[in-house]
């Protein structure tokens, strides 16, 4: 079976100006959505205490309400979905308004089941969002000098920007859609920082080695469009493969997996569009050029693969 | 394409057979267990022959029975057996003993005899709490500089040093009253204890704790803590704790299968001492006295502290005995049916107590309880006659459930600074049960999609690359089994992912062998390519990931590390399967064949 050979080669680099644009305004919307709205950090970030509870028969949101303010824990923020799953939320530095709260709702309800507790410290909740923030940099930074080693600069800076590109933007659809930003969210974008990578390093080893190839008068936009196109059926599959994957999070992983997925999703979807419209363009306008392939080195000839 | 020789077919089957083997516990299901161990500090002779002595006269059907020394596992075949066999052990067997329900895989014993067991569950998976503590070191540090006042004080008056001494802070100033003697004074110092660091100054010495000695008296903090916890959570009854420090200052405590966490915390946390001390009846008697000691006044040598039921009394400074002494501690009544807490001492508080109370008979002797910092006398009973290794106490309003809970405390005796809940994550048991079949339903969906994927799409390659996914699902499996770190559901969901990506490398083999056949190569030679030319582009993309794994199991915590920790197991069986263990399997396909092979399918 195949698919997704195209038969002619795709015409892209040509409107990279276009394309830049529209990447740009993209990413532009990202941020300004992560300055203004910035992220739904989850408890493990905030600090906090976060209550599941399943309720047997209904109570009334008020009447939850009013129960836990007798109890005097501080002002809870109160989610009761249709079918009896409560979710609390509140900013306490103590770890027993679990178990207050708990026992306010049992008082309503005594068959009500506890899910799920989870109680974050300020020192702690600071700690993970510090070491959040250092495995992003230390994940980029890593990423970033395996590249410089793997490329002329100009193509490594190609290949960063993509990958930050990605980044960028599942933290800005996060943002954008206002959905919570969790210690499993996060390992979501460090995987995909790792993942994403690797498509742009697919088709740089791909033009590598067709530059090299080609006759001197052949644009290097060119060598670049039918670099994309012949990688473009390994890049289908690849991603598509990693996507049924992840689909399955999406479709059997519950509640508990799904932002998780959708974060996976998101990245990967965004790293097949940077790792063509986004590395390639920025290494061109860098001024990447054919004679930056003249010295023919070792590494080049071992690496030119696919 | 160059035959796979034998060896490495053998080899690699000799791999997945064994990879096969140990996975295989993991498939069964889960049965009813109760796990028995002795409680840390206790012994029994001979706890496994006592144990199938109590269910077999109990007449209790019993699947297997596991022991590794002093810990013991019985298999049940079902849970309302499990829950009789754990009445009866519990009243048998003793309070020296852990008597837990667990469950665990129903594979065969041969399989247990190989080493090969089921995959541990994270706490996300089975239900449970866990904490993560922080020692209040502060305390520690202050309470070491207070003790060390004394001490060098005695140490320089030893020496008929003249100083005076006062604290301020982190730092004692010593002033001398001989400028002369600083050079001796720093010697006398610097020998009471080598944890101070100490520093001339103009008209004296200072001392602070210097960083080795913050060290180690942090070390010893915690590792007391981490002791005392211990017994605590072993009066908790649960199977599987795990109690480890994690950094300087902190203690990880987590408990499978623990419903009841409010009842674990105020056990966990609660700071609890017992002291026994004279009472000042002469001063005590005394309104003057009593009034100035409530105004803050007492007399030398003595506190006021206040019964738990109310009034109070001038007790004596002095300790005649401490919680430490204590070896064992039970609830029940006192002859009037009262509820009480029966003591018995070791041979040095036996001593000590005996000494005591033999000269004071009629004297009262105060029970203080120091729990959750607040001072407290239960009672204050009148010295009848010499007391013995053996005696109880009872009063301040003590109930049934009071004497019991305090039992349990002075039994696992003091914590050695106070500790704080800084992270709780609980999970139900509906909750985990859902996270299960969440995990597997990830796991096995992307299996079977990517699969069917690959199998349609690359022919009999494809076939090829679904028998290499197939063993690394196997190898991911008996690792993860063998290293016996809990899976947990971020652990699934990696799991899960590294099956999508792992598919890469097969991904990136097939596609170039259609190259190369496009490009004119025979079959044979064009599969050779194939492999040979991917690994560079295969060695890339899993370092890429790796590197980000890796990031992840540094910097991550609880539920990340164990993503990071599947991630990066998957990317060193992926990287045997995809390229060694199909390269094998291409062999066994299309090598036997004799001569030219003038056609292969993929796709």
């Known amino acids: 079976m195949r698919l997704f050979t195209p038969k002619q080669n795709f015409r892209i680099m040509r409107h990279r100006r276009i394309t830049g644009v ?54 809870p923020t109160v989610q009761l979905a249709e079918d009896g799953t409560l979710l609390l939320r509140m900013q306490s ?106 498509e742009s390093v697919v088709i740089f080893d791909r033009v590598r080695e067709n530059l090299r190839a080609s006759r001197a008068h052949t644009a290097i936009e060119d060598v670049f469009d ?62 990447l050029s054919r004679q930056d392939f003249m010295a023919v080195t070792k590494r080049a000839q071992d690496g030119a693969v696919v | 394409m160059k035959r796979y020789p034998l060896w490495k077919h053998g080899l690699i089957s000799g791999i997945l057979v064994l990879a096969a083997l140990y996975s295989l516990p993991s498939s069964y299901p889960a049965s009813p267990t109760i796990d028995i161990r002795l ?40 849970s309302e057996t499990q829950l009789a066999a754990r009445q009866i052990l519990e009243i048998e067997l003793g309070t020296d003993v852990v008597v837990a329900l667990n469950t665990r895989s129903s594979a065969p014993e041969w399989l247990d005899e190989l080493g090969a067991k089921a995959i541990a569950l994270g706490l996300d998976l089975r239900g449970g709490v866990s904490f993560l503590l922080q020692v209040d070191l502060e305390f520690v540090t202050d309470r070491f500089l207070s003790s060390s006042t ?54 004296g010495l200072s001392a602070t704790i210097s960083s080795t000695g913050l060290e180690q008296i942090a070390e010893l903090a915690v590792g007391q803590n981490v002791e005392t916890l211990r017994r605590r959570v072993d009066e908790l009854g649960v199977a599987e704790p795990l109690i480890a420090r994690q950094g ?84 029940g009544s006192d002859e009037a049916g009262r509820p009480a807490v029966h003591l018995a001492l070791d041979a040095l508080g036996a001593q000590k107590i005996k000494e005591y109370t033999r000269s004071r008979i009629g004297e009262q002797l105060a029970i203080v309880l120091i729990d959750r910092d607040r001072t407290s006398i239960i009672s204050a009973p009148r010295i009848e006659s010499e007391l013995h290794a053996r005696f109880l106490i009872h009063g301040g309003g003590m109930g049934f459930d009071e004497a019991n809970e305090l039992a349990l405390l002075l039994r696992s005796g003091a914590l050695a600074a106070p500790i704080e809940i800084v992270e709780e994550r609980t999970i139900g048991p509906s909750l985990g049960a859902d996270n299960i079949r969440s995990g597997l339903g990830a796991v096995t969906g992307g299996f079977l999609l990517v699969g069917v994927l690959i199998g349609l799409y690359y022919g009999v390659f494809g076939l090829i690359s679904v028998g290499a996914l197939i063993a690394n699902l196997l190898c991911l499996t008996a690792l993860l089994a063998v290293l016996g770190a809990g899976l947990t559901l971020p652990g699934l969901a990696g799991f899960a992912l590294t099956l999508g990506m792992a598919i890469d490398a097969n991904v990136l083999i097939n596609e170039r062998i259609r190259e190369e056949l496009a490009g004119g190569l025979s079959p044979r030679l064009a599969v050779e390519a194939g492999y040979t030319r991917a690994i560079a582009t295969i060695m890339d993309a899993n370092l890429t990931t790796l590197i980000a794994g890796l990031a992840l199991f540094v910097l991550g915590s609880g539920p990340v590390r164990g993503f990071a920790v599947v991630l990066c197991l998957g990317l060193v069986t992926s990287m045997f399967t995809a390229v060694l263990v199909s390269r094998a399997l291409a062999d066994l396909a299309y090598g036997h064949r004799p001569g030219r092979v003038s056609k292969i399918s993929i796709g």
């Open chain 2, 39 to 78: 409680k840390s500090g206790s012994e029994i002779v001979d706890l496994h022959g006592r144990t199938r002595q109590v269910l077999a006269d109990a007449d209790i059907e019993v699947r297997r029975v596991n022991a590794v020394g002093n810990s013991i596992s019985i298999v049940f075949v079902d």
């Open chain 1, 22 to 75: 529209f990447s740009a305004l993209l990413v532009l919307i990202c941020i300004i959505s992560l300055t203004i709205r910035q992220l739904n950090f989850a408890v493990d970030f905030t600090g906090g205490i976060l209550v599941e509870i399943t309720l047997s028969n209904l109570v009334s949101t008020e009447a939850i309400r009013t129960a836990l303010t007798a109890t005097n824990l501080p002002d």
């Open chain 1, 93 to 198: 530095e103590d770890p027993a308004s679990g178990d207050m709260s708990l026992a306010a709702i049992r008082s309503l309800d005594p068959e009500a089941s506890l899910r799920r507790v989870e109680y974050v410290g300020p020192q702690v909740s600071s700690e993970l969002f510090t070491n959040g923030a250092l495995a992003l940099l230390a994940v980029s930074l890593g990423i970033m000098l395996y590249l410089s080693l793997r490329f002329k600069w100009r193509m490594a800076i190609g290949a960063i920007v993509a990958n930050l590109h990605d980044v960028i933007f599942i933290l800005g659809a996060f943002s954008l859609a206002g959905w919570e930003f969790s210690l499993p969210v996060l390992a979501a974008v460090l995987a995909i920082l790792g993942y994403s990578v690797n």
């Open chain 2, 248 to 331: 300087n200052q902190r203690i990880v405590v987590q408990l499978p299968g623990l419903q009841d966490t409010a009842r674990a915390k105020s056990i966990l946390g609660r700071r609890a001492a017992l002291e026994l001390r004279g009472v000042d009846e002469q001063s005590s008697a005394s309104g003057s006295i009593l009034n100035r000691a409530r105004n803050g006044i007492s007399p030398p040598g003595t506190e006021l502290l206040s019964y738990a039921d109310g009034g109070d009394v001038l007790v004596e400074r002095r300790i005649v005995l401490t919680g430490e002494n204590i070896v064992d501690a039970s609830y």
């Open chain 1, 226 to 287: 039918a670099s994309i196109t012949q990688t473009w059926s390994r890049t289908i599959i690849t991603h598509g493969s990693t996507q049924l994957a992840v689909l399955a999070m999406l479709l059997f992983g519950g509640n508990a997996l799904f932002f998780f997925a959708l974060a996976l999703t998101i990245g990967i979807l965004s790293s097949i569009y940077s790792s063509i419209l986004i590395a390639g363009p920025v290494a061109l306008w860098l001024g």
């Open chain 2, 150 to 203: 004394d001490i060098v004080s005695v140490a320089l008056q030893d020496r008929q040093i003249e100083h005076s001494i006062k604290r301020e802070q982190d730092t004692l100033l010593i002033e001398l009253a001989n400028p002369d003697e600083q050079r001796n004074a720093i010697d006398v110092i610097a020998r009471t204890d080598p944890r101070l660091s100490v520093t001339a100054t103009s008209d």
